[in-house]
């Protein structure tokens, strides 16, 4: 059973580039047969699928996103990481790891998830 943990910071003004990781446990970390995606949910709107990294390393994002998102793995720390470079007040959302046995493209309900952190608030604000 794989258990998921976000971290960073609260606060990211505008124009920066937010940096999140999220650390893995009950696997054997990154590499474990599984698909590790972000997820945000902006204040008062739905979840967003941001994109996701496979076990093997490929990446997919979301198409509006992918200009500004990079997903990676850090073996060494048993983490996968979000980059978001540019951010903007719209930026502001709780962001979730996920991690599923299956690839599926866009997925946002928990329920498709082997499981999903707790989130983490991050707020874009000058």
């Known amino acids: 059973q794989v258990q998921l943990q976000e971290s960073g910071p609260g606060l990211v003004k505008p124009s920066q580039t937010l940096f999140l990781a999220c650390t893995v446990s009950?696997?054997?970390?990154?590499?474990?047969?599984?698909?590790w995606a972000w997820i945000r949910q902006p204040p008062g709107k739905g979840l967003e699928w941001m994109g996701v990294?496979?076990?093997?390393?490929?990446?997919y994002y979301s198409p509006s996103l992918k200009s500004r998102t990079s997903i990676a793995r850090d073996r060494s720390k048993n983490q996968f990481t979000l980059q978001l470079i540019s951010v903007t007040l719209k930026d502001t959302a709780v962001y979730y790891c996920?991690?599923?046995?299956?690839?599926?493209?866009?997925?946002?309900?928990?329920?498709?998830?082997?499981?999903r952190g707790q989130g983490t608030q991050v707020t874009v604000t000058s």
């Open positions: 996920a991690a599923s046995k299956t690839l599926i493209l866009g997925a946002t309900d928990k329920n498709m998830y082997d499981d």
């Open positions: 009950g696997a054997s970390g990154p590499t474990a047969f599984y698909y």
């Open positions: 990294i496979s076990y093997t390393g490929s990446t």
